[in-house]
């Protein structure tokens, strides 16, 4: 008997993970436009010529606000399915969920009390 006798199917998982991005891959190289007009090479805006670089420099409380949105938003994937399954879980899983809460309640007021949502 071998000893990694249930591990075939997770082996063949892998070597299907590993060859369908290849094949995808090799298909695209094969199959795209050998040679690009100058034209293609251009930024498009909207039919217009390009003015200017394309490296601008975006303000930095973009990225705050985005990063802000990126903590509330996970925030909402977690407490869905506590949400959704309230009922089952009990007093435990409430309590943990209002620390949950709480950590994240007092991440937004330092992040107020910084100034990193303020728009000026």
């Known amino acids: 008997m071998f000893v990694l006798s249930g591990y075939e199917y997770l082996l063949g998982f892998f070597i299907i993970c590993s060859l369908v991005p290849a094949l ?11 040679g690009y007009a100058p034209e293609r090479r251009t930024t498009y805006e909207s039919g217009m010529e390009p003015i200017g670089g394309a490296w601008i420099q975006f303000n930095i409380r973009y990225y705050m606000f985005a990063l802000v949105f990126v903590v509330f938003d996970v925030e909402t994937v977690f407490l869905y399915p506590w949400a959704v399954a309230f009922h089952r879980l009990g007093l435990l899983a409430f309590i943990e969920a209002l620390v949950f809460i709480a950590i994240l309640v007092v991440a937004l007021v330092y992040a107020w009390r910084k100034g990193a949502l303020e728009w000026s």
Do not use: E, G, M, Q
């Not at 995808?24 to 050998?34: D, E, F, G, I």
């Open 24 to 34: 995808a891959l090799s298909a695209s190289k094969l199959l795209r436009p050998s």
